[in-house]
């Protein structure tokens, strides 16, 4: 059964740093693109960051972009997001994703907050 752990979250001033870390097990985790996704109170759920199954290619959102980084250790099977330079408006619950051919699957997120 596939399961995806986020950890990493917290309270942060803004202007700081954090590193996300999504574990995952159940799967071939090098077979499969992961994502990062958030989701603000109030609002929907948006892709922040994506990478191929080597992490060879990324992809970002406009908002993020110059800010966060996502990386893969395929050897550990995990995924990171490391976010400088936070602002207020990334506030949000951010979780990891993939979507192998057996489903769309979460985890259960983890709490980032960036206020002064």
């Known amino acids: 059964q596939l399961h995806l752990v986020e950890s990493g979250g917290g309270l942060v001033q803004p202007g700081g740093s954090l590193r996300l870390s999504c574990a995952a097990s159940g799967i071939i985790f090098r077979f499969n693109p992961m994502g990062w996704y958030r989701q603000a109170p109030g609002k929907q759920r948006e892709l922040v960051a994506s990478i191929t199954s080597s992490g060879g290619s990324t992809n970002y959102a406009d908002s993020v972009k110059g800010r966060f980084t996502i990386s893969r250790d395929n050897a550990k099977n995990t995924v990171y997001l490391q976010m400088n330079s936070l602002k207020p408006e990334d506030t949000a619950v951010y979780y990891c994703?993939?979507?192998?051919?057996?489903?769309?699957?979460w985890g259960q997120g983890t709490q980032v907050t960036v206020s002064s």
């Open positions: 994703n993939t979507k192998p051919p057996s489903g769309d699957f």
